[in-house]
């Protein structure tokens, strides 16, 4: 399991860990599949071209992008050793008979350098946290365009992109997250972007999490799909049939987390049908009942979506109860269509306003 008790502020200066915000790697954006999870490495020419020539980046590349086991031996010969110490000490990187194998993958999303889970780059093996998925990139662009933002406040923060986002333009962000293997892999990040300073990572429940701050900025893009607690080795939760459990919670509190001038970004998905998701009527009513302003913006609908490495048969349907019974629930609510969406919380004239995203 990752750590940060390897790091201390002296790593995030030194050339070593810099090596890492530099190495040639596979951006998210360009691995979306048609499913939600089926992203592999990109090898792409100019990645393979660009560290053809630079051994240490060769090196790193083998291990964190491609997956491939390295003789530690080899790895120290061209690899500064602080920085093999320091993915050691973390747990990024593990020993066993004289080779190096990376636990976690490196990333790259809007800029930033992000270990994460090998699953959300289309490898089936070890931990499904912290995940970081497209989504995760197009909320973090939204946040980093938020400027002037002094506080921020990252429910279930995964990898700790969003955080990051905000931290990068200057913000104080507090990151939460349920499981400490994410709270961990917030705080190397942070390191890793040189924003350490910046972040402070804790681990709690986003819906009994008690806070008596307010933050210009609360952003969360929780579970959205009808997982159960613990299940497939995610420490996240279940988000309900309809997927919407963490964000009605979620939009209940955030009106009181927020500043005067204050905003709050949500992400989820939601059923519906072929004129747009099914709950925009139930938000209208909460939006108003707030006191705030919403404003929602809906991504391209695909077909309604099944938790990502559940298990599923030859033709890509759940199997077991929690297939039969996602199956009842959308044939019954006659849902067709699977909207992601982001939604926008200020305070002021309560209303909500409906887009689309171009």
């Not at 998905?269 to 209208?284: K, M, W």
Request: with cysteine; net charge negative.
């Amino acid at each position: 399991m990752i750590s940060a008790d390897g790091i201390s502020p002296s790593d995030e200066t030194s050339s070593a860990l810099r090596r890492l915000r530099a190495l040639p790697q596979h951006d998210l954006l360009t691995l979306a599949g048609d499913w939600f999870g089926e992203l592999a490495p990109w090898r792409s020419a100019e990645t393979l071209g660009a560290i053809a020539g630079l051994p240490a980046e060769r090196v790193l590349a083998s291990l964190l992008v491609f997956g491939e086991q390295v003789t530690e031996t080899e790895a120290r010969e061209d690899v500064p050793g602080p920085l093999i110490d320091l993915l050691l000490d973390t747990g990024v990187l593990t020993e066993s008979a004289g080779k190096l194998t990376a636990e976690y993958c490196l990333v790259r999303g809007d800029g930033l350098a992000l270990f994460a889970a090998w699953r959300a780059a289309g490898r089936d093996v070890g931990s499904y946290a912290p995940w970081i998925g497209t989504d995760s990139i197009t909320l973090a662009r939204l946040v980093g365009a938020r400027r002037g933002v002094g506080s921020c406040l990252d429910l279930g923060c995964g990898t700790g992109v969003l955080g990051l986002a905000a931290a990068r333009n200057g913000a104080n962000v507090r990151s939460v997250d349920v499981n400490p293997e994410c709270t961990a892999a917030t705080t190397l990040n942070a390191h890793v972007n040189g924003v350490a300073d910046r972040v402070t990572a804790t681990a709690g429940d986003i819906l009994s999490l008690s806070l008596d701050e307010r933050f210009d900025l609360v952003v969360s893009n929780p579970p959205c799909l009808p997982l159960r607690r613990g299940a497939l080795g995610w420490l996240a939760g279940e988000a309900g049939l309809d997927g919407l459990d963490f964000f009605w919670e979620l939009l209940s509190r955030a009106p009181g987390l927020l500043t005067d001038d204050g905003e709050a970004l949500l992400q989820a998905a939601a059923y519906g049908d072929e004129r747009g998701p099914f709950f925009i009527s139930r938000l209208e009513e909460e939006v108003r009942r707030l006191g705030v302003l919403g404003r929602l913006l809906v991504r391209p609908a695909t077909p309604p979506r099944w938790p990502a490495f559940a298990p599923r048969d030859e033709n890509q349907q759940l199997t077991g109860p929690l297939g039969d019974e996602v199956r009842e629930y959308v044939a019954r609510v006659g849902a067709t269509h699977y909207y992601g969406f982001v939604l926008s919380l200020r305070p002021g004239d309560p209303g909500l306003a409906v887009g689309r995203f171009r």
